[in-house]
């Protein structure tokens, strides 16, 4: 069966730091790309950021390029995202997904239950 944990979500203050991690298990890590997406209240779900199973190739958000760089581990089955120079409008649930395409929120097959992410002005 397909897992996806994530954890490292918080409350931090606008121009602080959090750096989240996707533990994954099963076949979704294996020769995937995985990326974070993440969704505000009564707001649609949207692309953060993404990485190939190489890791040669990686994708961000033009909102987040410069503050947040994804990474993964492969031996660990483990992806990440540091998050720096946070803003108020980073608020959001953040998911881990995996099984999909770049940036293509419809292609991921496997999600996490999110965790979230609060930032005060």
């Known amino acids: 069966q397909v897992q996806l944990v994530e954890s490292g979500g918080g409350l931090v203050q606008a121009g602080g730091s959090l750096r989240l991690s996707c533990a994954a298990s099963?076949?979704?890590?294996?020769?995937?790309?995985m990326g974070w997406f993440r969704q505000a209240p009564g707001k649609e779900q949207l692309f953060v950021a993404a990485?190939?199973?190489?890791?040669?190739?990686?994708y961000y958000a033009d909102s987040v390029k410069g503050r947040f760089t994804i990474s993964r581990d492969n031996g660990k089955n483990t992806i990440y995202l540091q998050m720096n120079s946070l803003k108020p409008e980073d608020t959001a649930v953040y998911y881990c997904a995996a099984g999909g395409r770049g940036s293509e929120v419809g292609s991921y097959n496997y999600w996490g239950q999110g965790t979230q992410v609060t930032v005060s002005s």
């Open positions: 099963g076949r979704a890590f294996s020769s995937s790309d």
């Open positions: 990485i190939t199973w190489s890791g040669g190739i990686i």
